[in-house]
């Protein structure tokens, strides 16, 4: 572990897929090439990515959920495209909303017998406790940063660091934008950052940054939007 951080609760290794570049942290829709059949899933499945990485880890601890995580790049987007027909629907210019998700990972874990009990969103009280529990059951997170609804502060983003010579860099932003979680760390001043699977590569999102995006957002609806899969298995409780 970095000596940047001092606390943690994290998956032991995560989904790789073999590129050009190496080995990826978990998957990117960007891999999808821009023709006719596949320019949607480039450009909006990020919820696909994040749901497909999922049930990845989930086939680590139950066999039954999918085939073992793929590495080679053709393969994994094969694995993707196939997952997507079956479960979830990827639209143009919206991509997939929070009750597809839920309901994508709901009939996925059915069919394969999983013992899973899912829902979307949890309070923000609760949300870290859900999460920890979640990972130490060795599970990712399916998160989402929500649409921005706020008419007022037509920029906003949440910021994505990674970490440069034992620093953090904000390297990004985003928004409407689904990944998976990872990891909880802590830094020396107990500052939580949640460490998230984001185009192949490992962030970190400040909690304090994004509680306050979520908190600029519509009452009910913005705080819907941007929540989490949960997912019970009845080892942990939550």
């Known amino acids: 572990m970095s000596t940047y951080w001092r606390n943690k609760t994290a998956l032991d290794a995560y989904v790789g897929v073999q590129t050009t570049e190496g080995i990826s942290y978990g998957g990117n829709q960007r891999w999808f090439a821009k023709n006719k059949a596949t320019s949607t899933l480039a450009d909006y499945g990020c919820g696909l990515v994040a749901l497909g990485d999922f049930f990845l880890m989930a086939a680590r601890k139950y066999p039954a959920a999918v085939r073992q995580p793929p590495f080679a790049q053709a393969v994994y987007l094969r694995y993707l495209h196939a997952f997507g027909r079956k479960y979830l629907t990827i639209f143009p210019y919206i991509g997939s909303n929070a009750w597809q998700i839920w309901r994508a990972a709901y009939r996925c874990a059915k069919n394969h017998g999983l013992p899973f009990r899912i829902h979307w969103g949890t309070s923000l009280r609760k949300m870290p406790l859900q999460m920890a529990s979640m990972l130490r059951e060795g599970l990712p997170v399916p998160f989402c940063v929500g649409p921005n609804l706020n008419p007022f502060l037509p920029r906003q983003k949440v910021s994505l660091y ?25 830094d020396g001043q107990k500052n939580l950052y949640l460490q998230v699977s984001s185009w192949g590569k490992c962030y970190y999102i400040s909690w304090k940054e994004y509680t306050a995006y979520r908190r600029r957002q519509p009452p009910l609806l913005g705080s819907w939007l941007s929540n989490i899969l949960v997912v019970h298995t009845g080892e942990t409780p939550i």
Request: charged share 20%.
């Open 162 to 186: 990674q970490l440069q010579d034992d620093r953090l860099q904000k390297t990004g932003a985003v928004r409407a934008h689904y990944m998976n979680l990872t990891g909880l760390y802590q």
